[in-house]
């Protein structure tokens, strides 16, 4: 099932919205459960208790409490990098600030039924790649960890560090075995003792890069044409 | 017996010298000339050599004839073959190294006809090759050319002259009755003229490529006057309709009053329509982007093309005004081009994302003609004026390479896709 947030402070694209979303049910053989979030404060107020969703359909534009506040709060308050945030506008522009929340996609009012469904499908997809499970193994231990959750893999040695978003594991490993594992959720080399996510890249330039945590990680020269074509196919719409 | 064999040793010698010298000048004509090498590192040595061969083949005896002509010919367009450029300029560069290199020839051949033959010879060839190795240094100074190609009949005009020379100077050295001196300041004159016409060429690139630039800047300047243009009238429905809205709404009172629902729905829409909300109106906050998609908005609007356009890009992101116009403009113009020929399915999708900080724009379209590439793989216009019509994919090539970005163009399914990445 997949957990789902729209917070807009109007009540009637709020329900459109919704029956747009489960609409997509059928379609997606997935189970979606849609809450409704009349303002922003209402959805801070619950996300502090810890509730979690995988994706939030935020209004930019809201009297007490606007979009870019809640999407700043999810993203440095809570360390959460992994909600997808689709924001929804009145207006077609934007402001630098809602970048820095980095928004899978933007819809506008009046809402589109076709745009709807096509970022609820892409919504899908990112989270379905995300709830993939990597396990590796340290010690005699085998951990499972969640795709959404890994940033980048190092290797020292015979061994791979692998950065998360909440901690840091070392066992022996091949990065070349694990491109092979993850290649389909968007890993890729940026050099040859690095693989990184591309879910977890915050900027990326053409030399270097910032993934989620702030780490900056250098493209090596052979590569960087090779990451611009992935990034251009990643971020392509079909 | 033993005199002759170190006789013929040396002249072997002499011509492999001829031959290393020769490629060597090849070499940095080619460089000069041609743009970058970029076929695998096996093939320029394998051609390098290949060159080295026929020029010292033709480089051996001291003869100048057709043979060593033809030898430095065929050297030169094995090289030309490793570097990848424009058939015309190829065959430009071909013919100027052949010019060169047999005029220094038979200059020397001259000077050697006034000498004892057997004790001056070696010296001699040797000073010749050491001229060709000064004027190769020469050449190899020259500013190279930037990658834009002349148009066809600018093309003939510079390369008859070498090939003009070439006969002269075979016709020079036939002539009866000329004495050494006349041919010899013959040959200096033909090759002065030839140098002239390297000179001339590349300052007439250089005036061609200001000339597209000032093209691609008049552009932006049209695009800037009609989005002006366009804003300010429908500032002014705008601005009419703000002012009729009190009576307006005095209208519909009245008619609602009066209960009358028919004309209520007539009247508004009439507003509606007068106040252009009917027409697409782009406004991602971003004055560049807007004022070039709008324009081109409003021409596929005009030629009856539906234009879908989606920006999510940051309002107060900097953008340069120039890039940007020939970048987007350049793209929709040959979309527009493009769908102007359907018979249905006038659509154009405009997609532009600013996503990890970098700028990505995806403009499709159907296309109903075949499309043609050229021998590098690259597409080619199908309009007929060619050579100026590339120019605007050139234009976005160059600009996007200053953003290390990338242009991708060409047909999916039924699409045609052409996709800008650019690192802002």
């Not at chain 1, 791979?160 to 890993?187: C, H, P």
């Not at chain 2, 060597?24 to 093939?43: G, H, P, T």
């Not at chain 2, 703000?242 to 009245?254: A, M, P, R, V, W």
């Amino acid at each position: 099932m997949i957990k789902i947030a729209i917070c807009d402070d109007d009540a009637i694209i709020s329900e459109q919205l919704q029956n747009m979303i489960y609409s997509m049910e059928e379609f997606l053989h997935e189970e979606f459960h849609v809450d409704i979030y009349i303002g922003g404060n209402k959805l801070y107020e619950e996300l502090k208790k810890g509730t979690e969703f995988h994706a939030i359909f935020l209004d930019i534009e809201m009297p007490d409490m606007d979009g870019i506040d809640v999407g700043r709060k999810i993203r440095e308050e809570f360390h959460d990098e992994i909600t997808q945030i689709i924001y929804i506008s009145s207006q077609s522009s934007y402001a630098m600030q809602l970048f820095k929340v980095r928004p899978m996609d933007f819809l506008i009012k009046p809402l589109d039924e076709l745009q709807v469904k096509a970022v609820v499908t892409k919504a899908y997809n990112l989270i379905k790649i995300g709830n993939q499970i990597f396990p590796f193994v340290v010690g005699r231990e085998t951990i499972r960890k969640p795709i959404s959750k890994i940033l980048y893999f190092q290797s020292r040695a015979r061994k791979v560090i692998m950065y998360t978003t909440d901690e840091t594991y070392e066992f022996y490993g091949n990065l070349g075995d694990i491109y092979e594992q993850l290649k389909a959720n968007k890993f890729f080399f940026i050099h040859k003792s690095y693989l990184v996510n591309y879910n977890h890249i915050s900027r990326l330039g053409y030399e270097a890069l910032v993934m989620t945590d702030g780490a900056q990680l250098e493209i090596s020269q052979s590569k960087r044409k090779e990451v611009r074509e992935l990034h251009a196919k990643f971020e392509r719409r079909v | 017996m033993g005199i002759i064999g170190s006789l013929e040793n040396m002249n072997i010698l002499i011509a492999l010298l001829g031959g290393l010298f020769g490629t060597y000048v090849i070499n940095k004509f080619a460089n000069a000339f041609l743009k970058d090498q970029r076929k695998s590192k096996e093939l320029n040595l394998l051609s390098f050599f290949v060159c080295f061969v026929i020029v010292s083949a033709g480089a051996y005896g001291e003869a100048v004839n057709v043979f060593k002509l033809l030898c430095y010919l065929a050297g030169a367009f094995v090289v030309s073959f490793s570097f990848e450029d424009e058939i015309r300029k190829r065959s430009m560069f071909v013919v100027y190294t052949s010019l060169i290199l047999v005029g220094i020839q038979l200059l020397a051949m001259i000077l050697m006809a006034g000498v004892v033959k057997s004790q001056m010879h070696y010296p001699i060839q040797i000073s010749v090759y050491t001229v060709e190795y000064i004027i190769a240094v020469m050449i190899g100074r020259m500013k190279r050319p930037d990658s834009i190609s002349l148009p066809i009949r600018y093309w003939v005009a510079v390369i008859m002259v070498p090939v003009c020379s070439l006969y002269f100077i075979t016709l020079l050295c036939r002539m009866v009755g000329l004495n050494l001196l006349e041919v010899f300041f013959g040959i200096i004159s033909i090759l002065a003229t030839d140098f002239v016409i390297i000179v001339l060429y590349e300052a007439l690139s250089e005036t061609y490529k200001k000339s597209l630039e000032q093209k691609a800047l008049q552009q932006e300047n049209i695009y800037y006057v009609e989005q002006l243009q366009y804003m300010s009238e429908s500032y002014h429905t705008i601005r009419s309709v703000k002012h009729d809205i009190k009576n307006t709404l005095n209208s519909i009172k009245g008619l609602a009053q009066n209960q009358n629902n028919e004309k209520i729905v007539q009247y508004i829409d009439s507003v509606n329509k007068s106040a252009g909300f009917n027409t697409i109106y782009i406004d991602s906050g971003n004055t560049i982007l807007d004022s070039i998609l709008n324009f081109k908005a409003q021409e596929s609007f005009e030629k009856g093309i539906s234009f879908t356009c989606k920006v999510s890009v940051p309002n107060d992101i900097e953008l340069d005004p120039f890039d940007m116009s020939v970048i987007i403009g350049n793209i929709l113009d040959n979309a527009i081009t493009a769908v102007e020929k359907l018979d249905s399915d006038k659509e154009i999708l405009v997609n532009i994302d600013c996503k990890k900080g970098n700028l990505i724009i995806n403009v499709s379209n159907k296309f109903a003609e075949a499309i043609k590439y050229d021998a590098n793989g690259r597409l080619l216009t199908s309009k007929l004026d060619r050579v100026n019509h590339g120019i605007g994919i050139n234009n976005i090539e160059k600009i996007v390479k200053k953003y290390n970005g990338k242009l991708t163009s060409g047909p999916t399914k039924d699409c045609f896709v052409s996709e800008v990445i650019m690192y802002i």
